[in-house]
């Protein structure tokens, strides 16, 4: 069955789809940059290709967005970021700061990673 355009995903769900489709690098956030399989990567070396934002359907406090990120070396992964009452960065403020400075894809280009 098809999916529907506006049906919501849940994160297991896009979770799982990043990883069949070998895109489940994880790119955690330290103080020194993203790291990802023991490389630190900065702002100018990532792209984010998409984004998916989550909403807790019984618990509006349980909201988090999925970044899908692509490394200048090729790498594809994510970073998830909970926000709300489940926010669990140690540096919050470094975080944001860091994922704002991300340059994001245009829309089309968007399109090639589609899940």
């Not at 098809?2 to 790119?27: C, H, Q, V, W």
């Not at 992964?77 to 926000?83: K, Q, V």
């Not at 245009?106 to 399109?111: F, I």
Request: glycine share 6%.
């Amino acid at each position: 069955m098809a999916e529907l355009p506006d049906e919501m995903n849940t994160l297991s769900e896009i979770m799982n789809k990043l990883e069949r489709k070998g895109y489940n690098n994880e790119f955690r956030w330290t103080k020194e940059g993203f790291v990802c399989k023991e490389k630190v990567y900065q702002p100018h070396d990532l792209e984010i290709v998409k984004s998916y934002r989550f909403e807790g359907a019984s618990d509006p406090s349980d909201m988090s967005i999925l970044y899908l990120i692509k490394a200048n070396d090729g790498l594809i992964g994510y970073s998830l970021d909970a926000y709300g009452v489940y926010s669990n960065h140690d540096d919050e403020e470094g975080y944001d700061n860091f994922i704002r400075k991300i340059p994001v894809k245009n829309n089309e280009e968007q399109l090639l990673f589609e899940l």
